[in-house]
């Protein structure tokens, strides 16, 4: 049995504000849209991060990012920030993220090119202790349905 990960993508067009002096994309800027993506992940799977905290006492934190940087993104482009779930574990969430150019007014790269790629490992934390939890698992059981298809052949 195959399990294959679905991808998540996520819209978002750039701002003056999001720019550096040099009028590009200042790179913090894309952890911000790789944020706001997981976050639209898991709204999409069905559940709000303020409500986590309410309701299960549980917030989500970045652990650790490793981002590469290869092309940068101007003013008024829209990017594409595609997350993909890579490992699923019983206190933390690896994920893939891409961010790609999906449409430009610049000539500074076609449309579809890779701007930046990251792998970004979050971690459920209790939200009094700020200590490492489990992820319930109604949580793990909705990402599980949502966000991995299982296949029975070979490919």
């Not at 002096?21 to 849209?33: D, M, Q």
């Not at 992940?41 to 650790?64: C, T």
């Not at 090119?113 to 009094?128: E, F, H, V, W, Y």
């Amino acid at each position: 049995m195959n399990t294959h990960k679905k991808e998540f993508s996520w819209t978002v067009r750039v701002y003056y504000e999001d720019t550096d002096s040099g009028g590009v994309v200042y790179y913090a800027n894309y952890l911000k849209f790789m944020e706001r993506a997981r976050t639209e992940l898991l709204r999409n799977v069905g559940f709000e991060q303020d409500e986590l905290q309410q309701e299960l006492g549980i917030i989500f934190a970045v652990h650790s990012a490793n981002i590469q940087y290869k092309k940068p993104a101007r003013f008024n482009d829209e990017l594409n920030v595609v997350t993909s779930l890579t490992t699923l574990g019983k206190a933390s969430i690896d994920f893939k993220q891409s961010v790609y150019l999906q449409a430009s007014h610049h000539e500074n790269a076609p449309i579809g090119t890779l701007l930046c790629d990251a792998d970004i490992k979050i971690a459920c934390i209790n939200a009094d202790k700020f200590s490492p939890q489990v992820i319930p698992a109604p949580i793990i059981d909705k990402i599980n349905h949502k966000l991995t298809k299982e296949s029975e052949s070979g490919s």
